[in-house]
């Protein structure tokens, strides 16, 4: 029922409205009168109704400033003026302030009827298009962070456009684009929960030193890594300093809730989105160095960095084999290992010197494949082979050979390793179907379960397993439907229900298209035998 309110100093007219409302039957129900325009605003707010009729000219208050002090505290409500002065002036000023009808009294019952069922229609729609609006924030608000993500992608990839920028920033409503970089590495695997907690603490973190965290990007690139982009009005100088301070803070957070060490990499900073990415490289380079060379649990700004290799270090440390071993530039690599065993044998300093050079050089290759995931034991194993070299060949060309023999075994380590990782997963989500394929199952739901994201899980799904995810999911249901195809007790909806198909017509369909004959005639050919 739809609520009205009769709003008129004449005892006749609100009774005849109610006559009406009796004799027509209509859906409305009647839920208070007023006999002035103050009483009317008060049972307004009281009863908030629908619907409200009401008259220009009454005692205390006039209709119309009744009706604008009605709206303005519930401005869904649909006004109906009835009155007997047609002036011009009156009926223009209802329309003003937002009256859906102006009618001259009298009014005929089959007018008032139709009326009314205009006005429900009115409701109706009103109703529906805040639902219907409603649920469209919703939704908008449910893509939001994948939208987020997406952007943070593109912009340390440097793939985005001025269009995509202006778009994208509108729609999350972002005040200016981020221009710093960081990068954050913590020395064990993050499960989504944890990882999910280490961005709320960085959130809070960027919240209570007042950044404006509508322009803040961040989310993890990896099994050990979190990437975040953010922006600051303030000079590069003043900017550095308070970052640096802003991510020690946020380390000793992190460090208090894992068990490895944190290191942090901060990015210069810049103005222009297309610049985003080189920050982030930089980042990167930052918190590499930080983690390979300076043994981890750092906070580095690639400033840092700069000063440290305009100093004098040893030489390996100014090549960039670190970078492509991480990248699986391979091919690189060797080449940046040739040229750096050459300069240390072409230096003038003495062979024991060289020696501990080459060594430094082996340590950080190990240090890298461990970061990959080679197992410990392994490069123990390597480099335990290596010093037994090291300590007893007196011909450093014979060792400079073996060193360039280690970069394919690193090659083939990191090569297993990845594919070892990339097994594990995928029999882990293989086993979490088979457990849950009877249920209403998502891609996302089995990415979750694996802690990896939809796009990547599916990719490396259908790589590792030969078959797309809806593939394994689909074979898994049909293949359970076969055996209970053979209890004649059970229905073929009830089997589609068990083995988790939406409807029966849609098991059928797929039965069908795998297997070339119907459930039914499948079931009576088993029968048969």
Not at 199 to 215: A, G, P, R, V
Not at 237 to 261: D, F, W, Y
Not at 325 to 350: P, Y
Not at 396 to 423: F, H, P, Q, T, W
């Amino acid at each position: 029922m739809y609520k009205l309110l009769i709003a008129d100093d004449e005892p006749l007219e609100r009774k005849a409205i109610q006559h009406i409302i009796d004799e027509k039957q209509l859906p409305i129900l009647l839920v208070g009168v007023a006999e002035n325009g103050i009483e009317a605003v008060e049972l307004s707010k009281k009863l908030q109704p629908e619907i409200v009729i009401i008259d220009i000219k009454m005692p205390g208050m006039d209709g119309l400033t009744a009706m604008r002090k009605i709206l303005e505290n519930n401005p869904e409500t649909i006004i109906v003026i009835f009155s007997a002065y047609d002036k011009f002036e009156y009926a223009q000023k209802g329309i003003e302030l937002g009256a859906y009808q102006y009618l001259l009294k009298p009014v005929s019952s089959d007018r008032v009827a139709k009326l009314i069922y205009d006005v429900i229609r009115e409701v109706d729609a009103r109703r529906l298009s805040k639902v219907n609006s409603r649920e469209a924030e919703e939704r908008i608000e449910k893509i939001k962070p994948y939208i987020k993500l997406s952007l943070l992608y593109k912009l340390i990839s440097g793939t985005l456009d001025h269009e995509d920028i202006e778009n994208q920033e509108l729609f999350l409503n972002m005040k200016i684009l981020p221009g710093v970089a960081i990068v954050i590495g913590i020395d064990c695997d993050l499960e989504s929960a944890t990882s999910d907690l280490i961005k709320e603490i960085m959130m809070e973190c960027l919240q209570k030193n007042s950044y404006d965290t509508t322009s803040v990007l961040v989310d993890s690139i990896g099994r050990r890594k979190i990437a975040i982009l953010i922006t600051s009005s303030e000079t590069n100088s003043r900017n550095k300093n308070r970052i640096g301070g802003l991510m020690a803070e946020i380390q000793h957070c992190i460090s208090a809730m894992v068990p490895g060490t944190v290191t942090i990499g901060i990015g210069g900073q810049y103005t222009s989105f297309q610049e985003i990415r080189k920050s982030y490289l930089e980042a990167r380079k930052a918190f590499k160095y930080g983690y390979i060379i300076l043994g981890g649990n750092q906070v580095i700004h690639v400033d840092e960095i700069n000063k440290e290799e305009d100093s004098e270090y040893p030489v390996f440390m100014k090549d960039s084999i670190t970078k492509h071993i991480l990248n699986g530039e391979w091919q690189f690599a060797n080449q940046d290992v040739k040229t750096v065993l050459k300069q240390i044998m072409q230096s003038d300093e003495k062979n024991i010197i060289k020696r501990v050079r080459i060594m430094e050089l082996v340590v950080v290759m190990s240090r890298v494949a461990i970061e990959e995931g080679v197992e410990h034991k392994d490069i123990l194993c390597l480099n335990a082979d290596f010093y037994q070299k090291l300590t007893s060949n007196n011909h450093l060309e014979d060792l400079v050979e073996y060193v360039m023999g280690l970069i394919e075994v690193y090659r083939n380590l990191v090569a297993e390793a990845n594919k070892s990782y990339a097994s594990k997963i995928i029999k882990k989500s293989q086993r979490y179907i088979d457990d849950h394929y009877a249920s209403y199952l998502s891609l996302k739901e089995v990415a979750d379960a694996v802690n990896l994201s939809q796009h990547y899980f599916s990719r490396l799904f259908k790589t590792e397993s030969k078959c797309s995810f809806s593939e394994y999911l689909t074979e898994k249901r049909l293949s359970a439907a076969k055996k209970l195809l053979v209890d004649p007790s059970l229905t073929v909806n009830r089997i589609s229900e068990e083995v988790g198909f939406s409807t029966a017509s849609y098991f059928s369909r797929i039965f069908k298209k795998h297997e070339n004959l119907s459930p039914t005639e499948y079931r009576k050919r088993l029968l048969k035998k």
